[in-house]
C-alpha cells in the first residue's frame, strides 16, 4: 500500500488506498485524514479537481481528476477537528 500520494506540490499521508487500471488509465481511491487548521489549504486544492498525480511508492504519475469525493465531517472549520476525507482519481487522456 502506498503511504504518500502528491497532487501538484501538496503531500498527503494515506491511511487507505487502492489503485486499478481500466482500459490503459489508472485510477486511484485513497483515505485521509484532514484537522481544522489543514481544512482550508485542502479544500482549495480539491477545488482544483485535476492534478498532476504522483504516487512515488508505486513510481506512478499520471494526470488526473476526480470522480468521487466525500467527507465523514460538514465543518471543519470548527477548531480541533478532524474529518476522514475519501477521494477517487480517474487518469485523463493527454
Do not use: C
Amino acid at each position: 500500500m502506498a503511504d504518500i500520494i502528491i497532487l501538484d506540490d501538496t503531500e498527503i499521508k494515506l491511511k487507505q488506498y487502492e489503485s486499478k487500471e481500466t482500459d490503459g488509465l489508472h485510477e486511484v481511491s485513497f483515505t485521509f485524514d484532514v484537522t481544522s487548521e489543514e481544512y482550508h489549504d485542502i479544500a482549495v486544492l480539491l477545488y482544483r479537481e485535476t492534478f498532476d498525480v504522483n504516487i512515488p511508492e508505486e513510481d506512478l504519475k499520471f494526470r488526473g481528476t476526480i470522480t468521487n469525493y466525500s467527507t465523514s465531517l460538514d465543518n471543519l472549520y470548527e477548531e480541533n477537528q478532524t474529518g476522514e476525507f475519501r477521494v477517487t482519481l480517474q487518469e485523463v487522456e493527454a
